[in-house]
């Protein structure tokens, strides 16, 4: 199997106590075709330090300041030249072989242009941890998206081909400081569908103090919101799909209640594993 380029953005400003594992996490996986991007807004924590101990391992990094997450991620995936592409905060995590992983779905499913991979996080100490979660929960369409149901696309593991994030037009949203992230999922929904997988690939770590996205998560969801109001077209369809799903619950049998969510929210199949075939669709997940 050929190795598809993957570039990795990492933004930075003052993770110097988590931004090490998060680099160990891409760069020890030893995935030989890594492109991997540090984007520093200017630290004095120690970060630069860190980054220079890396330095021989990286396509590009930089240490001046910004205007925050979003502007560094663009800064990042302008000098990109990855086949497959996805960013990496600094105090978030790769799961081991995610990268090979990912390349291996790329290259078996040649329709699939973006994925997200099976929800999971690290705690403070980097131990990895799963929720309990819907049937469906891990499965999203262009129609779940609009709904917003309080979930979220799990950044960390989603990667995508540069050929949507050319076709969506190549950039993050400078206009939403902290949900740009959900604006560049709702365009890329709008021409592809999300597929999914039960392999992992990233996850979200929680700490304790200075997490924008817990400590400004009702700014968070008022940027989504505003989004959510922003596609018109959409706002007829997601009053009758709420109402659909009301009744759906009362289906006496959960596999019969399952069917009619997947077929009504439009669910692509999820990317499993299988002991002959190795990854496979899966439409029952």
Known sequence: MSLPKITIVT???????YLEDTILSVLSQGYPNLEYIVIDGGS????????????????????EKDNGLYHALQKGFDRSTGDIMAWLNADDMYHAQSLFTVAQIFERFRDVKWIMGSNTFFDEAGRPFVYDD???GQRW???????????FVQQESVF?????????????????PLAADFELW????????????????????FRTENQKSYEQRAEYLREVRQLLAAE?????????LRLLLFFIQWVPKRKWRNRLIVRLLNLPPAIVF????????????
């Open 44 to 63: 004095t924590d120690g970060s630069v330090e860190i980054i220079r101990k890396y330095e021989p391992q990286l396509a590009y990094w930089v240490s």
């Open 274 to 285: 299988d002991r002959a075939q190795g990854m496979k669709f899966n439409e029952a997940l």
């Open 186 to 205: 709702l365009r890329f929904s709008r021409l592809e569908r999300l597929y999914t997988t039960s392999f992992l690939l990233g996850g979200f770590r």
């Open 141 to 151: 369409s262009a129609k779940r998206l609009r709904m917003f149901d309080g979930r």
């Open 134 to 136: 819907l049937p469906y």
């Open 11 to 17: 933004p930075s400003f003052n993770q110097a106590g």
């Open 160 to 176: 995508w081909r540069r050929g949507l994030w050319e076709q969506a037009g190549g950039f993050v949203s400078q206009q939403h």
């Open 232 to 240: 018109k077209s959409d706002k007829g369809s997601v009053s009758v």
